[in-house]
């Protein structure tokens, strides 16, 4: 599979990406929401890993954008935080899953799985 792994956490995406990677997965990743819209235009992925706070354009924006191109793409998302009404607009969004960080690495794969059931 090609993932992309958005988050502006240089440390957390080099974790992400590497479990990922373990699983024979092509990751790419991406410092931005606009840097990983814009990897998403250049070769569409098969699932997107993204984060919920970054600076500039957050999630639930890129999640809107994401949607508007490719609507059935899983999208998991990474949070180590996020409030009851963010979280009604991922839902409403269609996410695919969210995950608290720090997250167990285990999680990063069974996320994936899950997004794989029809």
């Known amino acids: 599979m090609r993932i992309l792994v958005i ?4 440390l957390v995406a080099g974790v992400v990406a590497e479990a990922l990677r373990t ?3 092509e990751v790419v990743v991406a410092r931005s ?10 070769t569409p992925p098969d699932a997107v890993f993204l984060d919920m706070m970054m600076p500039g354009m957050d999630g639930v924006e890129v999640l809107r954008r994401i949607r508007g191109t490719h609507p059935d793409l899983p999208v ?3 949070t180590g935080w996020a409030s009851e009404s963010q979280l009604e ?9 969210v995950i608290q960080k720090p997250v167990p690495l285990q999680n990063l794969t069974r996320a994936l799985a899950r997004s794989r059931q029809p």
Do not use: F, H, S, Y
């Open 89 to 97: 607009d991922l839902r409403k969004l269609g996410v695919t899953d």
């Open 76 to 78: 998991i998302i990474l």
């Open 33 to 42: 929401g606009e840097e990983g819209l814009r990897a998403m235009e250049q």
């Open 23 to 25: 699983e024979d997965n």
């Open 7 to 10: 988050d502006d956490e240089p």
